[in-house]
């Protein structure tokens, strides 16, 4: 793994799993869930993550509210939870996110640092302008960049061009791409990106192309590696 990532121009990362929380909507509700609240929380973020893939391959996109409200319905019945209330509340927690701690920190120095700064997510834009102004994370955003625009998810190289677009790069390698998924670190490296995969669920790399130029246990460890 590199010690440094040299001639960055900007920090691009994902938002759900990366800089958001998917799994505190669950963990809020666990009581009303019961003793499967863990494995709720994975399989609907399992689902969701499935949904996007399998709606990319079969040119079927619809925007990520849908996919997150599809996935979470496929979930409950699968746990064998009718309730509409704890189905509604659920996704409205969705809209407020959390933001980790360490993603916090990051980019209030990254943006003290004059970093240019933007989050390239599945999320709608409506979805991301909501979870980005209730954990606080837009104070350090410079965009917030949604595959709606193109109409296909991750990992399609669509979206990863849509980074290079925004940010104004000449060269794809002046971006360093953030992200805890493994398939959107090894993809967007496979792409051109510089990458740096944080390392919050324990993962190792697929088995696809691309290798991360780093792994990071905490974001707050990035502004010292791209500067």
Known sequence: MAVKLEGIKACVFDAYGTLLNVHAPVAQLSSRIGKDADAVSKLWRQKQLEYTW????????????????????????????????????????????????????????????????????????????????????????????????????????????????????????????VSANTWDAQASKSFGFQVARINRFGLKDDRIPGTPDMLLESLEELPGVVR
């Not at 969705?94 to 003290?112: G, S």
């Open 54 to 177: 399998l709606r990319s391959l079969m040119k079927a996109y619809v925007p990520f509210w849908q996919i997150t409200g599809d996935a979470l319905d496929y979930t409950l019945e699968a746990f064998s939870i009718e309730d509409q209330a704890l189905r509604d509340d659920l996704m409205e927690l969705y809209l407020h996110l959390a933001a980790y701690d360490d993603a916090v920190a990051c980019l209030k120095v990254l943006k003290e640092l004059g970093v240019a700064t933007a989050i390239l997510s599945n999320g709608s834009p409506d979805m991301l302008d909501a979870a980005v102004k209730s954990s606080g994370l837009d104070a350090y955003l410079d965009e917030n960049i949604s595959v709606a625009d193109v109409g296909i998810f991750k990992p399609d190289p669509q979206v990863y061009q849509q980074a290079v677009d925004r940010m104004g790069v000449a060269e794809r390698s002046e971006i360093c791409f």
